[in-house]
T-cell receptor
Framework: DAKTTQPNSMESNEEEPVHLPCNHSTISGTDYIHWYRQLPSQGPEYVIH???SNVNNRMASLAIAEDRKSSTLILHRATLRDAAVYYCISYNNNDMRFGAGTRLTVKP | DAGVIQSPRHEVTEMGQEVTLRCKPISGHNSLFWYRQTMMRGLELLIYFNNNVPIDDSGMPEDRFSAKMPNASFSTLKIQPSEPRDSAVYFC??????????FGDGTRLSIL
């Protein structure tokens, strides 16, 4: 039971922003929202995480809805190397359950 | 930082054989996780350890699977006897407490 819902796939053009949505309507107050991505033939890679406030790092930004029932991962300028499966995870106390994720395709 | 190291990278063996997958977590991390990834079922958590102690093994599919962590720098996942349906990519990950997990490059296992 992944506890999150994401679109199966999305497309983006290179150098344009990408907004990857995630619904987590049953999230509890102590669950963090984590995002990982998996490039072809590699293990998942941590992207970003947050609890209530929006977060920024060198890879991406995370916008969390005020009611915490949804969040959006923002890649400010997609590159071809960002093509991957992106997983949104509701995470608490080492219990990390991956869903199917969103397969992002980046077109040149 | 060498990252999480898994061995072997690839394993091909016949059904019925014993398979042992190995993992070296990042130094200083106190949590270690074993995952399995297949096309049908996606990425599944099998078991995780905290301070070398198994905490949750509810994801281990059956008694043929066992995992050990004899010390903070080494863990094994063993399948005995192996079956074709065990074919998958097995990932090991480590973290410090509930911080983000770092994954290895995985072991691609094929059971003929």
């Amino acid at each position: 039971d992944a506890k999150t819902t994401q679109p199966n796939s999305m497309e983006s053009n290179e150098e344009e922003p990408v907004h990857l949505p995630c619904n987590h309507s049953t999230i509890s107050g102590t669950d963090y929202i984590h995002w990982y991505r998996q490039l072809p033939s590699q293990g998942p890679e941590y992207v970003i995480h947050g609890l209530t406030s929006n977060v920024n790092n060198r890879m991406a930004s995370l916008a969390i809805a005020e009611d915490r029932k949804s969040s959006t991962l923002i890649l400010h300028r997609a590159t071809l190397r960002d093509a991957a499966v992106y997983y949104c995870i509701s995470y608490n106390n080492n219990d990390m359950r991956f869903g199917a994720g969103t397969r992002l395709t980046v077109k040149p | 930082d060498a990252g999480v190291i898994q061995s072997p990278r690839h394993e091909v063996t016949e059904m019925g054989q014993e398979v042992t997958l190995r993992c070296k977590p990042i130094s200083g991390h106190n949590s270690l996780f074993w995952y399995r990834q297949t096309m049908m079922r996606g990425l599944e958590l099998l078991i995780y350890f905290n301070n070398n102690v198994p905490i949750d093994d509810s994801g281990m599919p059956e008694d043929r699977f066992s995992a050990k962590m004899p010390n903070a720098s080494f863990s094994t996942l063993k399948i005995q006897p192996s079956e074709p349906r065990d074919s998958a990519v097995y990932f090991c990950a480590s973290s410090f407490s509930s911080q983000p997990q770092h994954f290895g490059d995985g072991t691609r296992l094929s059971i003929l």
